[in-house]
């Protein structure tokens, strides 16, 4: 069973940025690719961004696109994202997870467990 440890949020205000990682055990990394996921007070879980297993493919929604990159060491088994240009609508609480879909389509969490994901909030 995958091991996911988020870290790296915290408060900010609108325009700053964060760095996001998320450390992965239990798995063979470089086997996924990696997303990122993010729930809002009161609504569902929803896909950030994705990276192919190589790190040469990435996709992005387009609430975040040309603001984030994600980005990934599989030899740290460590995915990350960075977060430019924050706006108070980013705030959620962040989460990885190994992802499945197509590019051009939101993509689907692979794994059955999550981490405990991490706080981003960011003040207008």
């Known amino acids: 069973q995958a091991q996911l440890v988020e870290s790296g949020g915290g408060l900010v205000q609108a325009g700053g940025s964060l760095r996001l990682s998320c450390a992965v055990s239990?798995?063979?990394?470089?086997?996924?690719?990696m997303g990122w996921f993010r729930q809002a007070p009161g609504k569902e879980r929803d896909f950030v961004a994705v990276?192919?297993?190589?790190?040469?493919?990435?996709y992005y929604a387009d609430s975040v696109k040309g603001r984030f990159t994600i980005s990934r060491d599989n030899a740290k088994n460590t995915v990350y994202l960075q977060m430019n240009n924050l706006k108070p609508e980013d705030t959620a609480v962040y989460y990885c997870?190994?992802?499945?879909?197509?590019?051009?389509?939101?993509?689907?969490?692979?794994?059955?467990?999550w981490g405990q994901g991490t706080q981003v909030t960011v003040s207008s």
């Open positions: 990276i192919s297993w190589s790190g040469g493919s990435t």
């Open positions: 997870n190994a992802a499945y879909g197509s590019y051009g389509s939101k993509w689907t969490p692979a794994f059955a467990s």
């Open positions: 239990g798995r063979t990394f470089s086997s996924y690719s």
